[in-house]
């Protein structure tokens, strides 16, 4: 029977989010600007990641300690060589229960078979304008905007269903696509979640009135269709869900800068090269690949992971109005958002 770990807050473990690379396809500006993740950028090298049988064995030992959800990201993940032979190996694991992935969706054409046949339940895929020039600064690559369609299509051909797309609003920048995006999502199956633009890292160039607010969004789509909220309980939520009464579908806003959701907050994450963080925001993380490498038993390692959650305290989203100096904060990337 798995504990039932809480921190100061009494907030539970019980999500997961692994990131399995911190390298990536796309040069987002809100995650990887290009101008300090250039080609000499000092990724980790192969050695440093964490391997497959690794990552299944912290999976197990979370699990043992009240996790049930568990989600893959990067970096971008599907960069990582193999990576439906992770999916089997979480899988079967006795006690995950959602087994999900977010990805950039460049490569999902070719991935969403394998991944599915893997035991893969769910999908998360970026997705912040359906403007190709747009698309291509945006993501400031050569990976063109068809192809990531081309693998929505292809998940959705699998089974993979209902997916999710993550939009993050900048203001002047992707706001004037509130009504196409979601229209996009409508006819298409998709669950659209919009999200504030958040100040993750300290490279992005963040600043408060670049943010689009979530009840802008709301006004913007109640314009033209009528919604209604989906009414659930608010452990863990991290989306506000409102359906459109025509029952073509939902959609989520994600206000994590107007309307902080700290106090549900149940995620833990692991980054690739093997610390886990208590928060998005975190400065800093707890080394579990040394005691995973120098032969700490199971029992070792789960005290490791019950003594940082039952001391965790974070709750920056709640506090960023209150903050008078810049905080050190660990990027994006490297811990999967």
Known sequence: MALVLTDTLSRP?????????????????????????????????????????????????FVAHGVRKVRLTGGEPLLRRGLPDLVRCLARIPGVEDLALTTNGALLADLAKPLKEAGLQRLTVSLDTLDAPKFKELSDSEVPLNRVLSGLEAARSEGFGPIKLNCVLQRGINDDEIV???????????????????????????????????????AK????????????????????????????????????????FCGGCDRARLSAE???????????????????????????????????WKRRDDRYSELRGAETTPARKVEMFHIGG
Do not use: H
């Open 13 to 61: 473990l019980r999500t997961l989010r692994i990131s399995v690379t911190d390298r990536c396809n796309f040069r987002c500006p809100y995650c990887m600007p290009r101008e300090v993740f250039a080609s000499d950028y000092p990724f980790l090298d192969r050695s440093e990641i964490l391997r497959y049988e690794e990552i299944e064995r912290l999976v197990a030992i």
């Open 180 to 218: 196409a995006l979601a229209k996009f999502a409508r006819q298409g199956g998709y669950i659209l979640r919009f999200i504030e633009f958040m100040d993750v890292g300290t490279q992005n160039g963040w600043k408060l009135d670049a943010v689009v607010p979530a009840d802008e969004v709301l």
């Open 221 to 260: 789509v109640s314009e033209v269709w009528e919604i209604e909220p989906v009414q659930e309980p608010l452990a863990g939520r991290v989306a506000d869900r409102w359906r459109y009464r025509d029952g073509s579908g939902e959609f989520g806003v994600i206000a994590s800068v107007t309307k902080a």
């Open 274 to 308: 093997g610390s886990v963080y208590s928060c998005l925001f975190a400065g800093s993380g707890v080394n579990l690949k040394t005691a995973l490498r120098n032969g700490s038993s199971d029992s070792d390692i789960g005290a490791i992971i019950a003594n940082t």
